[in-house]
């Protein structure tokens, strides 16, 4: 599995550092968490910030989009350096145009769903994204518990991909750890997300590799 860390989860002060601690860790895409304060009760980074700390590694930047409105950002998320942007089926904006608008800027796209948002309610959509992100927890905050009842909706997406020949990568986001990545792994899972488990992590290279295994 690829390892994503969630820069939510570091010193905010010291994120330039942050990102190349991760990334000589062994780290394979920036986890980057956009909050608006109303499709999610919490507040986050913008543009600026990814802008910011573009410039501190060559990894692909996975910008996560927990807002109401996230068609009016692409250009902004474009132009600030991100390199896959994902965004909620459960957001205000048209989930087909703001796909369009996303691949428009040569952007990878994804879809997120919520815990209580099914699988099948993104199958319309596989033939046109990049990954699909399973959250297991509901978005918001890190350090949550890890909701294990989300794993046959990563098992249902990938034997709906592959009943179809696509190849979509499935990504999963909220309490992953060495302890929850090898039931993602035997789920299917391409991509974990990890905030909490990455950087309050006493060993970030050990740490990175068992995730990456799924031990
Ligand atoms: C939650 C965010 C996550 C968060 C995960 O809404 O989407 O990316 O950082 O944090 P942990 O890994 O601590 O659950
Ligand atoms: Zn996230």
Known sequence: MKVAPSLLSCNFAKMGEEVQKVDKAGADWIHLDVMDGHFVPN???GPAIVSAVRPYTKLPFDVHLMIDYPLDYIDSFADAGADIITFHIESKSDTA???EKIKSRGIKPGLVIKPKTPAEAVYEYLD????ILVMTVEPGFGGQ??????LPKVTA????CAKRGLEVLV???????EKTAGAAAGAGVDVCVSGTGIFKSKDMPATISAIRKGI
Do not use: C
């Not at 046109?128 to 990954?131: F, L, R, T």
């Open 97 to 99: 145009q703001t796909i």
């Open 128 to 131: 046109k994204v990049y990954v």
């Open 171 to 177: 990504e999963v986001d909220g309490g992953i750890s």
């Open 157 to 160: 997406i990938k034997e709906e």
């Open 145 to 150: 518990s890890f909701m294990w009842d989300m």
């Open 43 to 45: 507040l986050t980074i």
